[in-house]
């Protein structure tokens, strides 16, 4: 079975600051995507950033980019210049393998943006 | 729409009743999912669809729990006898045909049993 593994339940950062958010993953094949998405309190799932497992280089989109280290199984989200927006949950997914469509989520980190 | 629809909002049961939860994808998108995601938790995969065929249903809980998609669009996640377990938010979402695409989802429906 896969796993997705969220190992900071709270995070606090300071404006303007960056901030990274780690994810590590459990998988004995060569072929899924991982993605982050955001989940503000009012609950929507908001996708931000995808990487491929056989993307050379690491993902980034505006403020986000994604840290891959395929050899360590970790794919940590970085997000830059933080802003009070950010505070939210932001949740950790891989597409399972050879099978894009089923998707497993980790168990979230909550962000604290700090004015 | 431009989006993921999901209705009711809010669903408030009373415990042994039976709930129908709709589901609106966006146009075009092949494949369908529902997700259970209790309360300070991460979406707990529960079926998916690809048209109106539903090609995994591992994650359903109990046979209380039934989804259709009959003509490959909007889909029905129905779960009988309601228990107060079944309480959480049920996501929906749908998927463009590619690795790389991500899962778009609605905003969810808040289902309480009391």
């Known amino acids: 079975a896969q796993k997705i593994t969220q190992t900071q339940p709270g995070m606090f950062v300071q404006e303007k600051e960056a901030v990274t958010l780690d994810c590590t993953y459990d998988?004995?094949?060569?072929?899924?995507?991982l993605f982050w998405y955001k989940q503000p309190s009012s609950g929507e799932m908001i996708f931000l950033i995808y990487q491929g497992s056989y993307d050379e280089q690491n993902a980034t989109e505006g403020r986000y980019s994604l840290n891959f280290q395929k050899a360590r199984k970790s794919a940590n989200l970085v997000i830059s210049a933080s802003q009070l927006g950010d505070s939210a949950m932001y949740f950790c997914?891989?597409?399972?393998?050879?099978?894009?469509?089923?998707?497993?989520f980790g168990s979230g980190t909550k962000l604290n943006v700090k004015p | 729409g431009a989006g993921v629809s999901q209705s009711p909002r809010y669903k408030v049961a009373k415990r042994g009743q039976d709930v129908a939860l709709r589901c609106d994808p966006i146009?075009?998108?092949?494949?369908l999912f529902w997700y259970q995601q209790a309360l300070g938790q991460g979406p707990e995969f529960l079926t998916y669809?690809?048209?109106?065929?539903?090609?995994?249903k591992s994650g359903l809980p109990s046979d209380r729990f039934f989804a259709e998609r009959p003509e490959g669009s909007v889909s029905t996640l129905k779960i009988q006898r309601t228990q107060q377990e079944d309480s959480a938010v049920y996501l929906c979402?749908?998927?463009?045909?590619?690795?790389?695409?991500?899962?778009?989802f609605g905003d969810g429906t808040r289902l309480s049993i009391l």
């Open positions: 998988t004995s094949d060569q072929s899924y995507g």
């Open positions: 669809f690809q048209n109106e065929a539903q090609l995994d």
């Open positions: 146009s075009g998108h092949v494949s």
């Open positions: 997914a891989m597409s399972a393998p050879y099978n894009f469509n089923k998707f497993y």
């Open positions: 979402a749908s998927r463009d045909q590619g690795a790389s695409q991500p899962q778009h």
